[in-house]
Structures are given as C-alpha cells and as structure tokens.
C-alpha cells in the first residue's frame, strides 16, 4: 500500500531521474548504469532519518509484473517491424529458445559443481533456477546503447527479438524448475508435467496474444475518431493482455493437467499485432503521441526499475570472503555461458543458412558481449518464496538471499563492465561505421537541409527579420557546406547508390502523401493497407539493392498478421460488387495522387537549386517512372469512371465533401490557435461541420 513517504520516494526517483539526463552527458556513462548509481546513493542514505521515507518504496513481485514489466514489453515490441522481423525470425527463435536452454544448463552445472568444490551443499534444482533466471537478457539496458552508438539495425533488431523472446522462455522455464523446487521431483510425471506447462505457456501465449491484440484492434478502430480513446485503449490492452493470461492459466485445466500461459508472450504478440497491423487504426494525429507516450511510460518504468536495483544494491546482506569469491565465480560462469550459448549455435545456424542470413563474426562478438541484465532477473528472484527451504542446506543464507546475491551481483557486473565498454567493443569491431547506402543518404540529407537553410535566409532578409550583413555571412556557410554535399554526390562511385537513395526518398513521399489521404477519409483501411504494403515492399526491395522490384505485389509472407486478418474477415464479411469497384476506384486516384506528389516535390527541389543534390541520371530515371506510374493508374481511374458512372458520380460527392472537411478543419484550428474563438467554440464548431460534413 502507499504510503505519504513511498509516493513521496516515487517522484524523488522519478524527478532525480530526468534531471541525470541534463547531466549524463558530461558523465559519460550509459544512463541506465547511471540511474544504478543513483539508487546506490539514495539507498546509503535512506538509512539517514531525515531520507528514511526512501526504504517506504521498495521493488515488488507485483509492482514489477504487474505495472513495470508490461509496459517495457509492450513499448519494445509495439515499435518493432514485423516484417522485418520475420526475416530474422530464425535466428532470433534459436537464440530466444536453445541458446537460453544451453545458458541455463551450463550455468546450472558449472555453479553446482563450484559449490560442491568449496564444500557447499546446494541442490541442483538451485543452480539451475539461477540458471533460468540470470540468462534472460535485458532489452531495455542495451538498444538505448545500440542506437547511441550506431549499431547495425538488422542487429539491433535481432538483439532485440531475442531479447523479448527469451524473457518468456526464461520465466516459462524458471517457473517450471520453481513447482520442482518447491513440490519436489516425481520422475516421469514431474517431467512431463513440466513439458506440459512449458509448452503452453509458448505456444498458448501466442495464441493468447493474437486474439487479444486482435479485439483491441478493432476496438481502437472504432474509436478512431476519437483520440484520447483509441490512446488510452493502447494502454489498457498492454496491461490487461497481461494479467488476463495469468487469470485465465489459473482455470485452464484439461484431462489432469494444467496448462499455463505465458503473459510475457502474450503481451509481446498483442504488441507486435497494435504496433504492425493496428497501427493503421489509430488516428494519424493520434499516432504520432502514442509512440512519445508509449516512450514516455517506459522511460519513468525504466528508471524505477534501475534507480531501485541500485537500492537493493545497498540492501543485501553483509557477505563474508567466501561469498564473495562465489559471486565473482558466478560472474565469470555467466559470461562464459552466454558465450557458449552464442558461438556454437550460431555456427551451427550459419552453416545450414543462405549466404543472405548468416550471422557475421563481428555480430557473434557483440551479442556476447552486449548481454545485459535487469528487470526481469530481479522479478523472478521476487518470485521465489521466502520460506524456501531445503535439507542440508549449509549456505548461511536462504535460498533465495543467496539467488538475490548472485542475481544482484551479476548485474551489476554487466552494467558497470559490460555496458561502459560498449562503444569501445563496438569500435574495436568497426560496428558503429556508416555503410556506403547510409554515407550518401548523409550527404543527402545535409544538401537538402543546406539549401532549405539558405531559401529562409533569403526569406528573413527580405521580410528584414536578419540583417544584411549576418544574412551574408550566414549564407556563406550554409552554401559552403551545401556545395560540399553536392560535389561528394557529384563522385562517379555513389552514382548508382544514389538512385537507390532517390528511389526510396521517393517512396517515402508517396507514404507520407498515403497516410494523409487516409487521415481525411480520401481513401478506405483496404485500400490504404493495399497501398502501404505494395510501397512496404518496394522500399525494402530497393533499399536491399534492386532497382525493379515487383509492382504489382501487394504482400507477402513477412505480413503475418496482414494475412490473419484477411482469412478472419472472409469468414464473416466478403466484398460486394459495389465495394469492389469503389475500392478499386480510391486505388487508382490514390496512386495518382501520390505519384504527382513526387513529381512535384523532386521537380521543385531540382529546380530551385543552383546545382543537383540528385545526380541528373538519377533523377531523370526517377521522374520517368513516377510519370508513367501517375499516367498509368490516372488512365485506369478515368476507365472507371466512363464504366460506372453513378457510382463515381456519388464518389466524387463524398470526396470532395472529404477535401473540404479538410479546408474548413485546417481554417478551423489556425483560428483557435490565434485565439479568435474559445476552446468552447472550437469544439463545437468542429463537431458542427463535422456532421455537416457527413457523406449523403
């Protein structure tokens, strides 16, 4: 229960927390090795009367895995592509799975066998529950290192998908070892048992997540116009997906056994089901916050977590040389482990894969290297009884004061060494260098910033904002580095790196132009799904290095849950004529538009410059192709129209009552934000033309 002094620890954490991010800069220290000092301090000094009320907030089974954990799952995979995920799906299920298997085991001999050595008599069920528990590697404290530092995002990614898999893995695992320890071992039927359970909480959870994050799917889709609903609906699927699964594993008994759930993989799916498919559902003008929310909740999640690891740092009890010289043991058992559990498998993996997949060696080094822990670790050693106990049990502390030990110990390890020496591994192995397609998006990107600059320059002096002479000046500089962009892009090598480059900005323009549509209701969720996959595609075919890549495929196997959706709603709805042909309609008038947009932008870019931030050869094939694209679909559209012309006499109707709904909505909200009407009016008078808006 909280209590004056616990709520009052929360916000000291939470406010001491924003305020390192002012500072960690100048330390020079990961923040999440930042935020474990912090709490080391305010641990010491919670034994001072005056900080007292800082020991009144302490880390919980419940606090952690009902509030903290699903919010960090739910905001790691509601951010991951799917489709670019399932490339990788792989090597991230043998890594998640029998790498954490192998970890486990390892850990779990060799620390038995350590112990035995220095004359303790700690069960094996023990060890090997620490085994379980310390393998799971923490997302959290490591991508926010990767980003910073520039890591390879296919790496990135693969890290991070091992990481949110192996999570459930490892508490599916550690919570099957936790029923042996505590009811004992029975033979076969403890051993099929905890096979049972073992696989249903992995596949059960899938399953679980799919129709979960499903139902919120549509739910959030009816309230779509509705912002703060279909936000809020995000945050209760995160939590509620969650805790359903533990509820409903509780009653889920068949023919004797008992099969669980795991709510970890049931809250990854849901989230990577909202994140990917979902996403769309959510208003354009919502989506934007929901991801700075979502980034915002796990960012105060995040820091509780390690600002009160730092506390229970301080916490533990007293050890003597003995325990000590075990924990240190432990740490070097750890890290071997987690190496084994990389380079062997993934050696096997490599030599059954295509050349496109393998894992290079450099990426071995860092998987190693980068496996930190935290939250979860510390959850499932929450999770232990305190009344465990064992016969001859010799240690001078409890089962689970020892598992804390060892868990507390391992970690920080991995913070303090690990994470500090990141960077510097991944500029040993030349990780954190741009490749030759990033290199010339760079020099792109700062051409048209550049010049962008030097057209408001032009504009301020000519309004007399600037000053002539700091007008001068200024542009000066800016069109000294824009010449230098331009003259790098200008070389003979980057040529055909450049068209890839322009190919997909062009892409990019066409997305962008797509979501609006769809924002103002200028296009349908079928056909806009349509589109973004057929874009999706060809932006991850030229970005991979092919410049023809299918036009007319709209999707493929990587749309999971593209696909799902598609064969639930031909169970209960199919497309009627009418639907068809409007669909097909929007199709074309979308793809026209989008083209136009392209042409317009790259034609006004090019000709506003003094010299090409796009080489000609590029640009010319690229103007080409979106003409053809623009003339191809406007012609189809036309046909169309001379075949159905009542239904694109009441098409164009609506979509020209869409287009001014979107005039009077932008006049609407300049005049509120000058302050010509109240935020009383302002709602009203939306609501108004809103529903005189309404298509007839």
């Known amino acids: ?80 592509n799917v489709r670019r995920m399932v490339e990788d799906t792989p090597i991230i299920l043998v890594l998640a799975i029998i790498g954490l298997l192998v970890s486990s085991v390892i850990i779990g001999g060799a620390l038995y066998f350590l112990l035995q050595l220095l004359g303790f008599s700690v069960p094996f069920i023990v060890t090997l529950l620490f085994g379980a528990l310390i393998s799971a590697t923490d997302p959290v404290a490591v991508l926010a290192l990767f980003k910073e530092y520039g890591a390879p995002r296919r790496l990135s990614l693969i890290f991070e998908g091992e990481s949110l898999f192996n999570d459930a893995t490892a508490v599916a695992l550690f919570l099957v070892l936790l029923e042996i320890a505590v009811n004992g071992f029975h033979g076969f039927d403890t051993i099929l048992e905890g096979l049972v359970s073992f696989s249903s909480m992995m596949i059960g959870g899938v399953f679980f997540g799919v129709l979960v994050g499903g139902i919120f799917a549509k739910l959030i889709g009816y309230a779509r116009n509705n912002e703060v609903a279909s936000i809020t609906l995000t945050l209760v699927l995160a ?18 056994f008992h099969f669980y759930l795991s709510p970890i993989i049931a809250t990854t799916v849901a989230a990577l089901l909202m994140g990917n498919y979902g996403r769309s559902k959510i208003h354009p003008q919502a989506e934007e916050f929901v991801e700075k929310f979502w980034g915002q909740l796990a960012f105060l999640a995040n820091s509780l977590i390690f600002i009160l690891i730092g506390i229970l740092f301080v916490q533990i009890p007293t050890l003597d040389a003995t325990m000590i010289l075990v924990v240190v043991l432990t740490i070097f058992i750890v890290a071997i482990a ?22 290079p060696t450099s990426w071995q080094h860092l998987l190693s290297w980068g496996s930190l822990r935290g939250a979860l670790a510390v959850t499932m050693v929450l999770l232990i009884p305190d009344d465990l106990a064992f016969e001859f049990w010799t240690l001078p502390l409890t089962p689970k004061e020892f598992l804390l030990v060892l868990t507390v110990g391992c970690i920080a390890a991995t913070l303090f060494v690990k994470a500090t020496t990141i960077q510097k591994v991944m500029r040993r192995l030349k990780l954190d260098e741009l490749t030759e397609l990033e290199t010339i998006e760079a020099e ?83 056909v806009f799904r349509r589109l973004m996959g057929k874009l999706q595609i060809q932006l991850e075919s030229v970005e991979s290095g092919n410049l023809a890549p299918n036009m007319s495929a709209h999707s493929d196997r990587k749309d999971i ?57 590029a640009l010319t094939h690229v103007l080409e192709l979106y003409t053809t694209f623009k003339e191809q679909s406007e012609k ?23 287009g001014l709904q979107r005039v009077e909505d932008h006049i609407l909200t300049e005049l509120y934000e000058q302050q010509l009407i109240t935020p009383k009016l302002y709602i009203a008078l939306k609501e108004e033309l809103s529903n005189e808006n309404l298509p007839r």
């Open 1 to 80: 229960m909280l209590s004056i002094g616990s709520t009052l620890a929360i916000f000291l954490m939470l406010g001491i927390s924003s305020l390192s991010l002012l500072i960690i800069k100048k330390v020079k220290l990961p923040h999440t090795v930042f935020l474990v000092l912090i709490g080391i301090v305010l641990g010491a000094l919670s034994y001072l009367q005056p900080f007292s009320f800082i020991g009144e907030f302490n880390l919980t089974p419940q606090l952690l895995f009902y509030i903290l954990l699903p919010t960090l799952i739910f905001e790691s995979a509601y951010n991951i």
């Open 239 to 256: 939590h509620i997906t969650f805790i359903l699964t533990e509820i409903v594993s509780h009653h889920l008994v068949f023919g004797g």
């Open 338 to 359: 987690r190496a084994i559990s990389i380079y062997p498998v993934v050696t096997v993996f490599n030599t059954v894969s295509p050349q496109e997949t393998k894992i």
């Open 444 to 526: 792109e990107a700062r051409a048209l910033v550049h010049h962008e600059v030097q057209d408001r320059i032009h504009h301020y002096e000519e309004r007399g904002y600037v000053k002539s002479n700091i007008a001068t000046a200024l542009l000066t500089f800016h069109k000294d580095k824009y010449h230098s962009a331009c003259q790098k892009l200008a070389q003979e090598n980057t040529k055909a790196l450049a068209l890839r480059v322009i190919r997909m900005y062009a892409i990019g323009i066409e997305k962008k132009h797509l979501k609006e549509l769809f924002h103002y209701n200028e296009v349908s969720e079928a």
């Open 561 to 617: 849950f593209e696909h799902l959706a598609n064969r639930v709603r031909r169970l209960y709805k199919r497309e009627t004529e009418e639907e068809r042909v409007e669909n097909l309609y929007l199709y074309y008038r979308a793809q026209t538009i989008i083209s136009r947009k392209v042409l317009k932008e790259l034609n006004t870019i090019n000709s506003s410059s003094a010299e090409h931030i796009f080489t000609p050869e």
């Open 636 to 658: 189809k559209m036309n046909d169309l129209a001379e075949k159905y012309p009542e239904r694109y006499e009441k098409l164009s109707h609506n979509l020209a009552t869409y």
